[in-house]
């Protein structure tokens, strides 16, 4: 659990946070711009009350217009106000619908763009930071693992070559004791009583040294465990 609080900690979502509020409060500013104007071409837009007649009749080759109802005004069916006689009152009309239209869908995509950062950032927090914490904890796990059994092995390794060269060291011990009760029993015949006793003193020390060489030899542990 701490792991985990760390991680959300150092997980930083300010920035897109904080691009997400401007980009809302962007789209309500524009949102209110197209309502002021809309209001304005409602309330305030006056005609004269006869219009003449080479006015009322749109240009069939006007550039903007071909842009304006290809790229951002959607197709109005043919019937709608066809009870308006006057051709440019009728066509003010049919941009204000298909304006409030677009505006309505502009309105739904936002609110769709905003659920779908709400749930990402959920998912971020409830599935990804936890399964991510739990990735980082199998793998430094593993890691420690395999950390653990190498120096193990190194360690028997190590143990191994102490123990060999502990086996020659009571070798030569025993080898030492070997030579010495010989010379013991070669000096008897032509030192005296003193000096045979001095020998067979430091022979008895020789094989103390070898007989506990030999008892911690017997202990040697294998695999950690002594025998």
């Not at 760390?6 to 997980?11: A, F, H, P, S, T």
């Not at 979502?13 to 980009?23: A, K």
């Not at 890691?143 to 070559?161: G, M, P, Q, S, V």
């Not at 006793?197 to 022979?203: A, C, D, F, G, T």
């Amino acid at each position: 659990m701490s792991a985990y609080k760390y991680l959300l900690n150092m997980e930083n979502h300010e920035p897109i946070n904080r691009l997400v509020v401007e980009l809302t409060e962007k789209i309500l500013q524009n949102e209110a711009i197209i309502a002021n104007i809309s209001r304005s071409i409602d309330t305030k837009l006056t005609l004269p009350f006869e219009l003449k007649q080479e006015n009322a009749v749109p240009q069939e080759n006007d550039p903007l217009r071909a842009l304006i109802d290809l790229k951002y005004l959607p197709q109005v069916e043919l019937e709608t106000f066809s009870e308006v006689e006057n051709p440019r009152l009728r066509q003010l009309l049919i941009d204000n619908k298909a304006l409030a239209d677009l505006q309505k869908i502009k309105i739904e995509q936002n609110k769709q763009l905003y659920k779908v950062y709400t749930d990402y950032e959920r998912l971020i927090h409830i599935v990804v930071l936890p399964q991510l914490t739990k990735m980082i904890c199998e793998y430094n796990i593993e890691k420690i693992a395999d950390l653990r059994d190498k120096k193990l092995e190194e360690k028997l390794a190590l143990d191994a070559e102490v123990w060999k060269l502990y086996g020659q060291y009571v070798a030569n011990l025993e080898k030492i004791y070997g030579i010495v009760q010989a010379m013991v029993q070669a000096l008897e015949e032509v030192v005296d009583r003193k000096e045979v006793q001095r020998l067979e003193q430091q022979l008895m020390i020789v094989e103390k040294l070898a007989t506990v060489a030999r008892r911690r030899q017997l202990r040697r542990p294998v695999d950690g465990v002594v025998l």
